[in-house]
T-cell receptor
């Protein structure tokens, strides 16, 4: 089976807290890519990051960081010092041959 | 300037009607998609075209028919609309590399379809 699991349906934090969104993937393919998308309350889907299957280096972009670990088939997303504007549904996704799988999404509520 | 555009943004119609949603991308991508997002935010892929060829055709009612006149356009026609078709429909595009894997998708703003 090939799929993406986001076990956290909804998370609520207070502004300035750090929060990690979990993503576990399953694939038999040796070649694949992983992604994170953000869907704010306004509804648009925004691409955040792509990770290649061979690149396990962590990535940091401002307050956002991503941790890719093939050994645990995980691609987790951490927001440091969360802000109200981070409130959104976040989707993890997997792409392999002729297929694109989205997780069910994690709704993040950041309260002031 | 818009990368992926969809029209209309809102569509309200009666059960039994036929409607179309249009999608265009100006990113030069070779692959386009249609997704349905339900009220629980679950994204379900419906169709995907690569260079006008259908490559993904998930289990959707045959009342839904995609049409890709060229690489930059992918339209969705829905016949005999039902209440359960109410959802947000997203169009997306991406570049497909030689291994047959698609890179990141860029999404249109969505079309909110309401069937009364």
């Amino acid at each position: 089976a090939q799929k993406v699991t986001q076990a956290q349906t909804e998370i609520s934090v207070v502004e300035k807290e750090d929060v990690t969104l979990d993503c576990v993937y399953e694939t038999r393919d040796t070649t694949y890519y992983l992604f994170w998308y953000k869907q704010p309350p306004s509804g648009e889907l925004v691409f955040l990051i792509r990770r290649n299957f061979f690149d396990e280096q962590n990535e940091i972009s401002g307050r956002y960081s991503w941790n890719f670990q093939k050994s645990t088939s995980s691609f987790n997303f951490t927001i440091t010092a969360s802000q109200v504007v981070d409130s959104a549904v976040y989707f993890c996704a997997l792409s392999n041959f002729n297929k694109f799988y989205f997780g069910s999404g994690t709704k993040l509520n950041v309260k002031p | 300037d818009t990368a992926v555009s969809q029209t209309p943004k809102y569509l309200v119609t009666q059960m039994g009607n036929d409607k179309s949603i249009k999608c265009e991308q100006n990113l030069g991508h070779d692959t386009m998609y249609w997704y349905k997002q339900d009220s629980k935010k679950f994204l379900k892929i419906m169709f995907s075209y690569n260079n006008k060829e259908l490559i993904i055709n998930e289990t959707v009612p045959n009342r839904f028919s995609p049409k890709s006149p060229d690489k930059a356009h992918l339209n969705l026609h829905i016949n005999s609309l039902e209440l359960g078709d109410s959802a947000v429909y997203f169009c997306a595009s991406s570049r497909r590399i030689t291994s047959g894997i698609s890179l990141e998708q860029y999404f249109g703003p969505g079309t909110r379809l309401t069937v009364l």
